[in-house]
């Protein structure tokens, strides 16, 4: 009887999804079919969940790495009670359904991560598992494992061809996550076909020479081998491991299974009904589950709740045993420390001389590791020159997972995307940096951020040909307009030390919008007044004796430039204002009043300076201004020179000035 209700409630998976691709007329039916019963054992037996309470801190991580399957973790959160109604599920793939194509964080209770990019997943799954790694050796004392939960992945043969897999599972095998499962649905099959068109590769070698201990479970449908690997796998505390099940495409849809046809279409009515037919479905009706499913699931579900009541009674014994521990605790998942640094004179004080951003990035995060215990991050093997280390700390590894510091290697794909896992665990605030150039290799991660809604912090420096001798393949010109076009992405270019620590703070500060702050090389004179007039995105720099007939826009290292120029434009009669725009994001959520105050619509004569591409400025010069920026890549020579050749002089400034 058991076996039967078992079969019965995998097969309920399958029909739920075919049905709901059906009706959508889109999505991807292969693999909720072929890799149901996995995903089955994995929620019935041995994830560690509370579907009354999807954000439970020591609940266990399900990941879905191939996102196009994603009927297959509706299906599952529908069956467990995380909401989902069956009418949710008939309303897959539609406008503002709780349904959507791919799994989407903050969109649908119980979904953990956004994913659909393939293996972008996977680098969230070793983010998780790093966090908790990090979190037990900070927090747990003998007889108190506060934290103490596991992070499982579902891939498929696309995660494992994009090369962010490769990146990501290196990290975790160096780090030996040993919480980190990995479930991989082996079919044999992409979208163009057999996956021996392109990918013959020994995926269990390659994964073994990562440092991942292997199972193979040679049949998809045998639920106790699946059982064992899992077993196996929580029982080991030497390294993660890599669960290859193979599977079959489609299964149990006669017409399509083993093909690429079962991939990416729906499967037509008549293949529903043979489906059915072939499962033993006791029903054609679109979306009927048996009665007896749903008890049986809402038994498992129930039988879950006990795990989490035993945590809560354990952090009360906690609580009472470790006193500091627990306060420190209520700091790493609350704001108060953020919040605070608006009102630390420590935290708001300016550089004493002519500094570089990033070295002003790196002064700030030497206070930031003081007031922010939950500071956790590091660069692509770059921390000299991007200043990201936070001194005095370890960095984070097998032997020492308590580390602040992180050591991502020359990997900065796979590096946002794990630091974005981090994050979304809960507990930390993370942070990466590399060269700015390099945000090209990061870009999908933090697009994924910006769509996750989740704070995460870009540290970018060498941002502009003031590079100098490395050249153009090292000086950024387009990159800073991708990232400002990207949709809740803040960008933030600041000119000096102040407007560096308003960078921090409001990236620490917000809540759903990640930062990049794009920081010079080269020395930079202090130029702000006052941090906090930075945190509105622009403010009024120098304003003339007389009423101003000219605005002078800048960011970062040519805003120096830019009151240079207001000089000898001075001299000459003019009045010019200056305007200092670290973040045009910050700018354009401030009130409509606050805007006009510095960029007044009367004054049309308006110019942008900065030594990246000029795309995006139109917003702010208008139709009587100009943008004096980069038309072309840069070249190798010292970066004064190079400045010099491209234009930016405060003379060519001001005569800029007089042409408008």
Same mark, same amino acid.
């Given at each position: 009887?058991?076996k ?5 409630a995998?097969n309920?998976i ?5 049905d ?55 299906a ?24 959507p =194509? ?7 209770a119980?979904?953990? #991560?956004?994913?659909? @990019? /393939? &293996? ?39 995660c ?5 897999s490769?990146e990501a599972?290196?990290?975790?095998g160096s780090?030996?996550?040993?919480k980190?499962t ?11 076909g ?10 269990e ?12 479970v ?13 077993e ?5 505390d ?11 495409? =489609?299964?149990?849809?006669?017409g ?5 046809? #079962?991939?990416?279409? @729906? /499967? &037509? ?8 037919e072939f ?35 354990k952090m ?15 700091r790493?998942?609350?704001r108060?420390?953020e919040?605070?640094l608006?009102y ?6 300016a ?27 590091g660069s ?36 946002? &995307? ?8 809960g507990g930390?605030r ?11 290799y ?8 910006a769509?996750?809604?989740i ?14 001798e ?10 800073l ?5 990207m ?13 560096t ?5 409001a990236a620490?500060?917000?809540t759903?919008t990640p ?5 010079s ?6 130029l702000c ?16 004796e007389?009423?101003p ?5 800048a ?6 430039l ?10 000459e ?7 200092s ?5 910050l700018f ?7 805007r ?40 190798s020579a ?16 001001a ?6």
């Amino acid at each position: 009887m058991e076996k039967q209700i078992e079969e019965q409630a995998v097969n309920a998976i399958r029909v739920l999804s075919a049905d709901a691709i059906q009706k959508a007329k889109s999505g991807h039916p292969g693999l909720p079919l072929g890799a149901a019963p996995m995903a089955y054992e994995l929620w019935a037996h041995h994830l560690k969940i509370n579907p009354e309470n999807p954000e439970w801190e020591d609940r266990d991580r399900f990941i879905l790495s191939a996102g196009h399957g994603s009927m297959l973790l509706y299906a599952l959160l529908h069956l467990y009670g995380f909401g989902l109604t069956k009418e949710d599920l008939m309303d897959f793939r539609q406008l503002s359904s709780k349904t959507p =194509g791919h799994p989407e964080y903050r969109h649908t209770a119980g979904v953990e #991560a956004t994913t659909g @990019p /393939l &293996g972008a997943g996977l680098a969230m799954a070793v983010g998780m598992a790093a966090a908790e790694k990090h979190l037990a050796a900070i927090f747990n004392r003998p007889g108190f494992e506060i934290v103490n939960h596991r992070c499982y992945a579902l891939c498929g043969d696309g995660c494992m061809m994009e090369g962010i897999s490769s990146e990501a599972l290196s990290l975790a095998g160096s780090w030996k996550l040993d919480k980190l499962t990995i479930l991989y649905d082996s079919n044999g099959i992409s979208i163009e076909g057999s996956t021996d068109l392109a990918f013959t590769e020994d995926v269990e070698k390659r994964v073994q020479a990562f440092g991942f201990k292997t199972l193979i479970v040679p049949d998809g449908n045998d639920l106790a081998a699946i059982s064992r690997a899992l077993e196996t796998a929580e029982a080991d505390d030497s390294a993660p491991y890599f669960i290859i099940v193979k599977t079959e495409i =489609g299964y149990g849809c006669p017409g399509k299974q083993g093909s690429e046809k #079962a991939h990416g279409e @729906p /499967l &037509g009515e008549e293949n529903i009904v043979k489906m059915k037919e072939f499962l033993r479905w006791p029903s054609q009706e679109p979306f009927y589950v048996p009665a007896e499913v749903y008890t049986h699931y809402r038994e498992l579900a129930e039988s879950k709740r006990d795990a989490e009541r035993s945590w809560q009674r354990k952090m009360e014994d906690y609580r009472g045993r470790f006193p500091e521990l627990y306060a420190l605790w209520k700091r790493y998942y609350g704001r108060e420390d953020e919040a605070a640094l608006l009102y630390d004179k420590d935290f708001f004080r300016a550089a004493e001389k002519e500094e570089a951003t990033r070295a002003s990035s790196g002064a700030v995060l030497q206070i930031l590791k003081e007031r922010i215990p939950n500071l956790f991050g590091g660069s692509a093997d770059l921390s000299p020159s991007t200043k990201t280390e936070l001194k005095g700390e370890p960095y984070f590894s097998a032997e020492n997972p308590s580390g602040r510091n992180l050591h991502f290697g020359v990997r900065e794909l796979a590096m946002a &995307g794990i630091a974005n896992g981090i994050l979304l665990h809960g507990g930390l605030r993370s942070y990466v940096g590399t060269f700015f150039v390099f945000s090209d290799y990061l870009k999908p991660m933090a697009r994924l951020s910006a769509l996750m809604r989740i704070p995460q912090i870009f540290v970018l420096t060498h941002d502009s040909i003031g590079v100098g001798e490395d050249g153009p393949t090292h000086e950024p010109v387009e990159q800073l307009a991708m990232l400002r076009a990207m949709p809740n992405f803040r960008v933030f270019r600041p000119c000096d030390r102040l407007e560096t620590e308003a960078a921090w703070y409001a990236a620490l500060n917000s809540t759903e919008t990640p930062t990049a702050l794009v920081l010079s090389r080269q020395n930079l004179p202090q130029l702000c007044p006052d941090g906090r007039k930075a945190l509105k995105g622009a403010y009024i720099l120098r304003e003339p004796e007389k009423e101003p007939e000219y605005i002078l826009i800048a960011t970062g290292s040519e805003l120096s430039l830019a009151l240079e120029a207001e000089e000898l434009l001075r001299k000459e009669g003019y009045a010019v204002r200056v305007v200092s725009m670290p973040s045009m994001d910050l700018f354009e959520e401030q009130s409509e009043e606050y805007r006009e105050s510095v960029l007044p619509k009367r004054i049309r004569k308006r110019l942008s300076i900065e030594a990246l591409s000029t795309f995006g400025w139109e917003r702010y010069t208008g139709l009587d201004g100009k943008a004096i920026g980069m038309e072309s890549f840069g070249a190798s020579a010292p970066a004064k020179l190079l400045l010099r050749h491209f234009g930016f002089t405060a003379e060519r400034i001001a005569e800029e000035v007089k042409k408008l």
